[in-house]
């Protein structure tokens, strides 16, 4: 199985728009955690997280411009997945798409149990299992119709972030600049205040880093939805272009009134909704129930957040099947040119995790954390890996270069890549990402070991894995 899927998988119907494509690529990219606060990061560097989240979109800015310009020229189902194949070889097509379809199915237990949650705001009693079993449902339902329908209920899911976000940034700059009747202007007074600007030094800086880093994972889900867009080449630069500059705006500009209006020692501490630097600003606005406001816009985003996931975990096992790398099944497709089976198995994965995320005091569920940590960070760098490789193998065969170009690849390209590693080393001495390693590794020798295995039945005839 040396080739990778053809272009365009059959079946698969190019019906997502390109503003579709922008607020998927929102939404699978703005989590909770801005909403909250983002108290880990901010208790690491204080106001200088704003610096941190500068970096880290730059970071973000290279991996999706790199995305971008391979998948305009590979418009293919599994986008980076197949792409990895193709230039570094199927040992990393197969790493890359299984391990991406892990880390996101864990992320949608986390995600519809933290709905759940958010629901038990309102009502207090209710067990946890059954907004959990109805949100599951929910997702599965959006994602089983045809993709024009995914792409419109997600663009409204984003759209409710996106809104709230930018309310808040407005109500922000007033009180931190005029004031409102129920509060004095804030000033600029917070940024220097407690320690002054960098009160923990550069290694708070970095740390902090660290953990910003994880709020843009998710900015790749644009290139997964190309072989389904309606013009790929005109729609995935401009939806990547789009997406990675409004999140990183939102982002920048939203921590920064975070840390402008509260105190960072009070949003350090922060976690829940009532607590959220959002409910504060509402509050001094004069918006009534605020809190509830601000619940439904995080019970939205994790909704949303895992509705983008699980449209991702589903075509990473479509690209799997098509190279024989996973169960036959799985790539079949509906009569509306949707992968059921694939969403099917995936669906499984949502409920092991789930279940797994809904006992956070076991060590499976640190297990799990640490598998996602660890796997985001290598799933980026064999993109930048692949990047490069796509430069030099095109280059070498005297191919036409890429109508999108990343500025300054590779140089970019590389210095991003060790960033990231010096993140996965760093990982190793920071006590709440220590499973990143200790779970993670061993996840990648099953992995790779499971390659072996697939790679040999390939070889020999059989069809797909299972």
């Known amino acids: 199985m040396d080739d990778p899927a053809t272009p365009n998988a059959p079946g698969l119907q190019r019906r997502l728009t390109g503003r579709q494509l922008t607020m998927i690529g929102l939404g699978g990219a703005i989590g909770t955690g801005l909403f909250l606060g983002s108290s880990l990061a901010i208790s690491q560097a204080g106001p200088a997280t704003i610096v941190a989240y500068v970096i880290c979109a730059a970071v973000a800015m290279v991996i999706g411009w790199s995305l971008a310009e391979m998948v305009v020229v590979h418009p293919e189902a599994g986008a980076f997945g197949v792409i990895a194949h193709r230039y570094l070889g199927p040992w990393a097509g197969f790493v890359v798409r299984w391990t991406y379809w892990t880390i996101q199915v864990i992320a949608i237990g986390g995600e519809v149990i933290a709905a759940g949650i958010y629901v038990q705001f309102w009502w207090p009693s ?12 929910v997702v599965l339902a ?41 509060a004095d202007a804030t000033g600029l007074a917070n940024l220097t205040a407690h320690g002054g600007f960098l009160p923990n030094g550069m290694s708070g800086l970095f740390l902090a880093m660290v953990f910003v880093l994880f709020s843009y994972i998710g900015t790749e889900v644009v290139s997964v939805t190309a072989a389904e867009s309606e ?55 004069g918006v009534p129930a605020a809190a509830t406001i601000m ?27 098509a190279n024989g790398y996973a169960p036959r ?24 995790a789930a279940g797994v995320s809904a006992a ?21 760098l064999l993109i930048l890996a692949t990047h490069q490789a796509f430069r030099r193998k095109r280059a070498a065969q005297g191919l036409p270069p890429s109508p999108v170009r990343l500025w300054g690849a590779p140089v970019t390209s590389g210095v991003v890549m060790v960033f990231l590693a010096a993140v996965i080393v760093s990982t190793l001495f920071i006590e709440p990402l220590r499973p990143a390693w200790w779970a993670g590794v061993p996840f990648f020798v099953i992995v790779s070991a499971a390659y072996v295995i697939a790679s040999r039945r390939a070889r020999t005839g059989v069809r797909g894995i299972g």
């Open 329 to 352: 099944w799985t790539g079949r497709l509906s009569r509306a040119g949707v992968p059921r089976n694939a969403l099917a198995l995936s669906a499984l994965g949502l409920a092991l």
């Open 142 to 182: 959006v994602n089983a119709a045809a993709v024009r329908l995914f792409g419109e209920i997600e663009y409204w899911f984003a759209m409710i972030k996106v809104v709230a976000i930018i309310v808040f940034i407005l109500l922000g700059l007033v009180l931190v600049t005029v004031g409102l009747p129920s």
């Open 360 to 380: 956070s005091e076991s060590g499976a569920y640190l297990a799990l954390f640490g598998v996602s940590v660890f796997g985001a960070l290598v799933v980026w």
């Open 295 to 321: 619940n439904f816009v995080v019970l939205t985003a994790a909704l949303s957040s895992a509705n983008t996931n699980l449209y991702l975990t589903t075509r990473m096992m479509h690209s799997l099947a």
């Open 126 to 137: 209710l067990p946890l299992w059954l907004p959990v079993a109805v949100f599951s449902l």
């Open 231 to 285: 013009d790929p080449v005109r729609d995935i630069p401009r939806a990547a272009r789009r997406m990675i500059t409004r999140l990183a705006l939102f982002y920048v500009v939203a921590i920064a009134i975070v840390l402008t209006v509260v105190p960072w020692p009070v949003t350090a501490q922060g976690g829940s909704v009532t607590e959220s630097p959002f409910v504060t600003v509402f509050s001094a606005a």
